[in-house]
């Protein structure tokens, strides 16, 4: 079945460096998705990759599917503190009819 | 989030009673979700239904019971059979199973004594 890994595991950054985290599947893709849980909170989509190579940006985060649709990248600029939360991938195979979540990188943000 | 309802937030319950958990979605969706979250852990799906009268197991399926009788809503029945029950159980629905995005709702913390 799909294996997904999702790195790192957990990231404690300064407010206004950067922050990246990387999602890789062992099979081929049909697209991704991105969520984001605050503490304590629930899961939040925040976008989904479809074509290969694509890249999308919502303010200070971009997001990118990789050529070979097997892995995908979510970077944040100059962090803030309302960052601060678990972001989770979540694959679909490139034919599967479900999402596979990743294990979800830990951000926090020290003001 | 959005129109899906998990009641109630918090659940106790003692070892070896079964237990039921509501989620009622008024998106219109086909297709719902049960997820179990751990601390510091993902999202491990448990079942999903495509379709009302139609759900299919996911990867921790055991000692977990679903019904999908009306569109709306999707109960999950945590049976006396699941080892390790303590958990943070989240419902989630989408449009269709294969593309569109997963709308969460707010999650039922159970907790067995």
């Known amino acids: 079945g799909q294996q997904v890994m999702q790195i790192p595991q957990y990231q404690h950054v300064q407010e206004g460096e950067d922050f990246t985290t990387y999602c890789n599947s062992s099979t081929t893709l049909s697209n991704i998705q991105w969520y984001k849980q605050r503490p304590g909170g629930h899961p939040v989509f925040l976008i989904q990759l479809v074509k290969s190579g694509e890249v999308k940006k919502q303010k200070r985060l971009t997001f990118q599917f990789g050529e070979a649709k097997k892995n995908s990248s979510l970077h944040i600029t100059a962090t803030q503190t309302t960052d601060v939360g678990t972001y989770f991938c979540a694959p679909r195979e490139e034919y599967g009819n479900k999402l596979v979540f990743g294990a979800g990188t830990i951000l926090r943000v020290k003001s | 989030d959005g129109g899906i309802t998990q009641s109630p937030k918090y659940l106790f319950r003692k070892e070896g009673q079964n237990v039921t958990l509501s989620c009622e979605q008024n998106?219109?969706?086909?297709?719902m979700y049960w997820y179990r979250q751990d601390p510091g852990q993902g999202l491990r799906l448990i079942y999903y239904?495509?379709?009302?009268?139609?759900?299919q197991k996911g990867d921790i399926a055991e000692g977990y019971s679903v019904s999908r009788e009306k569109k709306e809503s999707f109960p999950l029945t945590v049976t006396s059979a699941q080892k390790n029950p303590t958990a943070f159980y989240l419902c989630?629905?989408?449009?269709?199973?294969?593309?569109?995005?997963?709308?969460f709702g707010p999650g039922t913390r159970l907790t067995v004594l």
């Open positions: 239904s495509q379709i009302v009268n139609d759900f």
């Open positions: 989630a629905s989408s449009n269709s199973a294969r593309r569109d995005t997963q709308y």
């Open positions: 998106l219109n969706h086909d297709a």
